[in-house]
């Protein structure tokens, strides 16, 4: 007798679909078979039921100086959750003088009693000094195991030497590295020629941050990450010209991951040529691409090179936050809302579009992502004693994209007027359910800090 | 109750890694869970449980002019299930003015009887006339859905013309195609000039099968398929430059798989320059490489640019038929024993050696061979309601490998002497124990026909 | 005192641009030199005086089933001289069982008496028997040390197996290789299919000519030149993907020379699309590629990687003789004229246009080819004891391009309406002036065969 | 009657072999002929006849710290001439707060009076501020057109904004740029790494510089200069990873030459595990690499890919200058001699070889490095009106290597006992004999500044 049972759904994971029933007792997955009894039935005929999908990237309640991103702890959670997403991975930024422990409990604090899922948290390493070097450690033990590295944005990146030394001290440590690959300077130099030029708009910005120097970041990274033979997982990578510089990696056998995200797959530069400043709603970093870019990062997901679909959720409001750039594109805030649309997206262009197989859908969705920064298998599975996150999803239900209905705290979605055929229609996290027929019935603060464990050898 | 429950395992498939039981009913899995009860329990404490192996890539009792490769269909598949694997696919080669369904019936009935697991059959495409390509769809239908291509071997091989008609025809039913990818003439020139210069030992047969050539049959291959839209599987490729011709092709987003084979892994060309005629032991189309192709394929394997590890089993007895090439290496029988090995092999040089995770291991031996030709989820996968195929693996046990304590049916092995750490000791096919503390205790002729379906649109 | 000096010009060479005269003694350049006397002065002032030009790739008079190109040696060669080309190399090409050795003796006889300028001839292997093998000794030292290598035309292609034989033969004797590379059995599989879907229109022959089928005859025929260690010149690369594979081979260290056309620089696939049969004009093989691959072979004439500039001219009446493939396309005699229009054309659009330097015009139009097919320094220079082949350039004059004045024999020009800025005024031949204001006034049959010598070691 | 004529000589210029005369009038060439009759004849029968080398890379009275580089300007020159090199560019580097034309001015200063042959000047740019870039123009102006960049050495080198300012401004004045390409930050954390775990020898030396941190700079270089449409010459490039950098940027169709130098051609890594302190006197930068990175750089430049062969000239005392660097392998002054040995080195291990053509031999160590910087065709040229710079070079002579014998003020040669066979025998500068049976005989300060033109559209 199970605490509850998920009956007669097509059981979709990574390994295989097939009909059954998923058992949870104790909010773990007890048992998967069929004719499964539980206290509580819930009746999946006809429905998808999947592990709960990790989103390894997201930035709620973001500082980025004078503004704050627009989704707080609950309503970016509650978002999630209702977009079928059960655990995220937010990021802790130690301030000058703190210390990474002290950094995390920090951000710990700011999340408790707020998530509604689970969430771990990335330590952001934008120093190098010796005596942050020696805190990796504690950062690992403390449940911090991946660290977050940006070769751009002013206060954040790391020179190459700086890198260089964070990824010898993770490889030391089985720390993890994701890494943001742009070309600071000539970021830099570019914003500053189209601002004297007086060239303002948001459809300067994806001018400002060419692929090309994308792919160079790219190429630099590897073979920094070479010398010091550091695993590292790279970044929400947009562009066709960054996967070469990948397979060149790989070629020389070297480790290397690859995130994605929805936008890269399904929007592209065309966007910032909207009228007025409507462009400024597709300001993020890297910035939407070419149209071939897209192919190329939708066949690079199907053959396995790219490996993960993370959003680098990170909204600010159109109206009041974006407007910060009305007279300068590169005060614009960058990133765009993304973490409750995830999952719908990728099942509607990929899996019905026959793009991606269902195992592949829930590989990059939910098991990799976990794998990949050592929340696996409690996340990312239908495994027994797994966490019993699960998505019911209605493969046949319609739903219009909108901000007006979606749970985001922003006002507006980039894909605004699109509709998607499938739809996560309950969510049980750690064997509760939490989302019933799209809204969210959970209570804020029930989420848990989930910690991330470091590399083992096999780096998989 | 189940019919049989594998109890306290760990359970290791391509998606997690769990502690647990399985139950068995009716020859499938009936359930994974904890506390499962059977009529019939096999304690799995301490043992790793996975899905059966699926070896894509056998040829047993296979007719190579005047001999006949050693393992018939009873001696191999005993051999195979001894090593882990529950499933393997051979091939049905249609004679001249034979139908492929014909030819499909004809090796069916040399297997039925003899097969002691369950097997498929790939359809051996030889000729690209009209009415064979019209055949295509019957042999679908009747179970035979992928199909061998040759672009070596003078009664086999199919030239540019005919390969673009059968890659065409493949395409617009859904067949599945696996491709042997060496230059033809490049091998004949040289092998020619070989014989003429007097070079008639073994040493000489990779001279006359260099990686560039492989490597320019794979580009030319995906040439010609990107013609046709056609997916393709690449067979046993062996080396880096093979590997950078698949790169090539996934750059301008072509769908391309990779076999590779334990002996392009572990062994390299220095083999060919034993003393005598050893040599002949590892003559093999294509040759083992250089140690720089070994890792490469390591990696890629690690990677995921490499999906399926089969064995191109195809054992001739060293003292009596590969001596038919004593004095000219070109008639020396082609091909090497390895269907026992491979699971052991992989889990030794991959698992423990830190190159491959758990959830990597069993996906190229199980999940992906059998994915990749269309027969998943029923077997390569511990889902439930698939065959209840199970390896129980115990990871400490030492065995030396020998030929004189193998199974197969051939009086050299290729590790000789090696030892690998970790073997299975208990299988079962269909829920039935056929290998308990290593030997086979099950019957002749239990094994099933397994029909391969069609692709889907998804490719996957 | 010099025979005839032309004085005050501007010389302009592969090596560097000066002012001076040249004095010719015996119809060699007997010095450069300022204030030389001859008998006869040539006023060259604000002009250019460059070597005679040489086109190492024409098809006059040449047999095409039941048509024949429709410049003869007379009335191409005068084309020629008339654009300030003074040497071009033709084919000879053996009949079934007619030695290299007669078929050239019965191809010079052929052009004896008609030709204008001095020619040579590359020899055509369309055959690799061990007897044709042995003769291209004997066709060396005849003065036909170029073979030309057809990898397409029924008639005309070697395999690969023939390739290598051939490609070992010259490299046993320093024969130097041209080679048509393209697909043959992808060409004849999609003319089949284009006519079996009722695609008969010329617009059909850029699609059932692919440039990465030609890429893909490119690889193949370095990795065959690769085993045999033999340097090869490809004749006319159309596009990116080939030059793609030429620095791939270089990457191995390997030799390899690239000749494009000016075609294949100014013309592209959209000439095609040209109304009724219009498109006909432009069938030629490889075909008119994209704006992307004139690009790549612009850039890579600067850069040094592509070598020469010829013209495989090889023109037909389109009122006439294109027509024979009205009702199918692959019944138009492929081929265009352009022997009269390259060394305008090329210092229009390169030098004018700022792609090339005058230095690179010079080496790619004259001094390379002579050198890449053993003419040099005889041929293709300015150095004292050469041939006083020299043209005088005005680089002010602007020539409208017409059929109708220009003087190929045919009924259309590629160009027609053009303008080149820049054109020959005045041409010598051996000292003698042969072309005077843009008209002939030489006499037919003067022109003489120079043999082309074989390889050094030096391979330039 | 000329004033000077070398007569009966084999001439070798970059377009041709040619036997003949030239004759020299006020110091630069005026002919070239047959019977050319002067006041004086120098009989060149038997001998070559070539263009004055030209050396675009030396660093002579170079202050590096507390030490300055062991030639002056008449040393280095008189060791130049001797070997055939009859012009230089060495390099202005502005001091703090010093202007550019003033810094020209004052190097000018240094030389004047010292040099025996002529000389240019590149202009060290080591900072990008708007005052030094405002006075880019001037310096072209005033004779310095070329720009040496730094991308290494931590007074020197150029952040990626600052190159991609520079970068910018050389393009926008047609301003040449010599790019040294190699990652500062890697080399700096390699060397700390080194010395950290006490590894102070100079077999550390190539340890820290890896060939791939070499590419990368390359890579990122081309990556920037792409964004400003800059052609760049890479200086020194050492390793096939850098070439494969380059070839991937003319597949963009980008504008970039290769510049190398005798010792990466001729010597490998190998010579830092010579005995004791040895290895020092191999201590430069780039360091020696493989032997597969000399085949690469061979390959490279007998196809065109690298255009230049220079010899970074730049010796340093071994007993008393090495030394600096004994307990610390960074502190060793990095540079070698080389600018007597180059045109002998090339003509041996290149054209008696078969590597090169004589033609190439020119073209790379004569004619390109002119025509690269600005100095064509007055330089590198055997054209009329060029100066009167000419090597009388005897193909038979054989010279033993050797510091006791050679004119390098230093007291290590690289290439210590090896045999030249070839050697310059006679050199004239502007119709002046300055060497004479290989004895300088011309006098201190009598060489001239000559001023390098800015590019033209062209770019060649």
Known sequence: MFDRVVSNGLIVTAEATCRGDVGIADGRIAAIGTGLVGREVIDASGMLVLPGAVDEHVHLQMPLGDLISSDDFTTGTVAAACGGTTTVIDFAEPRPGQSLVEALAERRAEAEGRVVIDYGLHMTLCRADDQTLAEVPASIESGAASFKLYMAYDRLRLGDGDL???????????????????????IAYLTAQALAEGRTGPENHPRTRPALMEAEAVHRLLALAWLTDTPVVLAHLSCALGLEAVRAARARNQRVWVETCPQYLLLDEQEYHRPGFEGAKFVMAPPLRSEADRAALWAGLAAGEVDTVATDHCPFFYATQK????????????????????LALLYTYGVRSGRLSPQRWVEVCCTHPARRFGLAPRKGTLSVGADADLVIFDPERRVPLSYRTLHQNVDYCPYEGWEVHGYPILVLSRGEVIVRDGEFVGTAGRGRFVPTAPMESDGD
Chains 1, 2, 3, 4 share one sequence.
């Open 164 to 186: 260089l030394r964070v990824l010898a001290a993770l490889r030391a440590h089985g720390g993890r590295a994701l890494v943001h690959a742009e070309n600071h300077h000539a």
């Open 323 to 342: 407007t910060r750039g009305l007279a300068d594109f590169s005060r614009i805030p960058g990133g765009a809302p993304g973490v409750e649309t995830r």
